[in-house]
């Protein structure tokens, strides 16, 4: 296998589309944002690409199938534009590995007609939360102001650290070739997977690009987690109960 290799699945006519990523990452939430809109929305399999910089793994399905891991390309055709949505189950395993998938992952986008990227992932807050508000970077000032407008936070030096892996280069390489390229993070503790997050960041999209998706799936999902994250809390206060013995040294 070449370190690259795009099997074309079918051929579709997308009107003015628009990329979204969502590859495993943080609270896995820009992972579950895009399974969510392949889930919900009618999409068709139009692009797989293969990389020896992906984990090497294959992926055993339901029915005891085995399928080498790789990124797909859904085409989903909606009442505003048509979305591409890339994702997958892995990233790269090193730099020179995410250079080179996400220069693919643009090389296909641009193969069908695409100029604006929208990259979903989460910003760790390294605690549980109420309130999941978006962050978001930008390839340029008018699409940071266009989100801004939509409810996104933009707050400097936020997140600490920059934004590595696909969703970090999807707006630099992106940028350098002239796309708008946005990356939309939620706020979630990182310690879990986090489908409020996802939700958050979904809603933001949906506002930006004028198209409808169902929330009860993601909603079941989280109060999933929510009677998880109950029980995780209810271990943590009887840890800190102190026993007979450690209240005979009191006072």
């Not at 990124?71 to 997958?88: K, N, Q, Y």
């Not at 600490?160 to 350098?176: E, F, K, M, Q, Y």
């Amino acid at each position: 296998m070449n370190e690259v290799d795009v099997e074309t699945i079918e051929d579709v006519e997308l009107q003015d589309p628009v990329l979204v990523e969502g590859l495993p990452g943080v609270g896995h939430v820009g992972k579950l944002a895009a399974e969510h809109l392949l889930d919900e929305l009618d999409g068709t399999l139009v692009r797989r690409v293969y990389s020896d910089q992906f984990p090497p793994q294959v992926e055993v399905g339901d029915d005891g199938v085995a399928e080498l891991t790789c990124a797909e390309f859904h085409a989903i055709e909606t009442v505003g534009r048509d979305l591409l949505i890339l994702s997958g189950d892995h990233q790269a395993q090193s730099n020179e590995g995410h250079y080179e998938l996400t220069d693919t992952f643009l090389d296909v986008a641009e193969e069908f007609g695409v100029t604006e990227v929208y990259a979903l992932g989460g910003v760790p807050t390294g605690e549980l939360i109420e309130e999941y508000d978006v962050l978001g970077a930008a390839s340029d000032e008018d699409v940071v102001e266009r989100l801004t407008d939509a409810g996104v936070e933009f707050r400097e030096s936020e997140p600490a650290g920059g934004i590595v892996g696909v969703s970090g280069l999807l707006l630099g390489l992106g940028g350098r070739r002239g796309h708008e390229a946005a990356c939309l993070m939620g706020q979630t503790s990182g310690y879990l997977v986090d489908p409020k997050s996802a939700q958050a960041v979904l809603e933001i999209l949906q506002e930006v690009l004028s198209f409808e998706v169902d929330f009860g799936s993601l909603e079941e999902r989280a109060d999933e987690m929510e009677e998880v994250i109950g029980k995780i809390q209810e271990m943590e206060q009887q840890q800190n109960v102190p026993s007979d013995d450690d209240l005979r040294y009191i006072g």
